[in-house]
């Protein structure tokens, strides 16, 4: 189970048979969770995850992506569905453990389980689990269309989860060419794997799966813009850059959980400009939108030039 659906696949034979005739559900703030026509805007989001991370079970990283989609839509989430697939030999032990988790986090974060359901998938030891979270809109939903020269903001640092699930799943490995030191510096802070809305920004969308560049192509092709991107813009650690080329890896390809991306417009730079946030320099503007339908990634001080394309799969699995 590598990540999720191709977007040319996804595009091609799915979303394009789901029209807004299907029921009253309205697309949230960055399309990262549904949110319905009634009195109390209710979002639905939901996050996937397969069991593939040595320190995460599935039902934890599939409830953080579903809590950051939550963020993404301006919602907080109050109840949980959880489905589980799972393969004729996946180990009972990993399901209980998960189950032991998923509650616990519920319980951290307020959310009531309120259902769910579970299948076999056929021969194998793995299993999958798909979190779909519902809440409640904290804020009004921008109706402010994209325009030329908005924004392109990014809080959060390019690959640094991916990079911490290799560590953690590859630690022997990575230790003959890294120090000890190294590697547990690298390691992502667990609080930091939950997005933050971005500060006068009308338009959000969180990354995981394909890492920061295929965060910035989907919001280039929402807003039926172009985008002009400086690649120093785009905030990276050194060390994710050096643990990432050891794998022959494009960090910025690599998941992503807990980076936010969005738009603003200029009349609002001065929220986003003026918050502690930016000033500490957690968040980056790492471009502008354009006329043009390009989304491309510029350097001068590289000399390098790199066009966006849809998703195909994350860099993680070339391990």
Not at 28 to 53: K, L, Y
Not at 128 to 133: A, I, K, Y
């Amino acid at each position: 189970m590598k990540g999720t659906i191709p977007a040319n696949l996804l595009d091609r034979s799915i979303t394009r048979h789901l029209t807004k005739k299907s029921g009253p559900v309205l697309q949230g703030a960055g399309r990262d969770g549904a949110v319905f026509e009634c009195e109390n805007r209710m979002v639905s989001a939901a996050g996937f995850a397969a069991d593939e991370f040595s320190d995460m079970t599935a039902g934890e990283t599939a409830f953080i992506i579903a809590e950051n989609n939550m963020t993404a839509s301006r919602a907080v989430p109050e109840f949980m569905n959880i489905y589980i697939t799972a393969e004729e030999e996946c180990s009972e032990e990993k399901l209980r453990q998960d189950m032991i988790r998923l509650p616990s986090l519920a319980k951290e974060k307020g959310v009531r389980i309120i259902g769910g359901n579970t299948a076999y998938s056929g021969k194998g030891d793995g299993y999958s689990v798909t979190v779909n979270l519902l809440g409640r809109l904290t804020e009004s939903l921008s109706k402010n269309a994209a325009r030329p020269g908005d924004s392109v903001v990014i809080w959060g640092a390019a690959g640094h989860f991916g990079v911490s699930r290799l560590i953690q799943a590859d630690r022997e490995r990575l230790r003959e060419r890294f120090s000890e030191r190294f590697l547990r510096e690298s390691l992502m802070a667990e609080t930091d794997v939950y997005a933050h809305s971005i500060p006068g920004a009308y338009l959000m969308h969180d990354v995981s799966y394909g890492g920061v560049y295929r965060a910035l192509y989907e919001l280039s092709e929402w807003s039926g813009l172009g985008m002009e991107l400086t690649h120093e813009n785009i905030p990276v650690r050194q060390d994710t850059i050096e643990i990432a080329e050891f794998y022959n890896m494009n960090p910025y390809c690599l998941m992503g959980v807990g980076i936010m991306t969005g738009l603003c417009h200029e009349a609002d730079l001065d929220i986003l400009k003026n918050s502690p946030e930016y000033q500490e320099g957690l968040i980056s503007i790492a471009g502008v939108l354009t006329e043009k339908k390009e989304k491309v990634v510029r350097s001068e001080r590289f000399n390098m030039q790199r066009f966006l394309t849809p998703y195909t799969q994350d860099e993680i699995y070339k391990r």
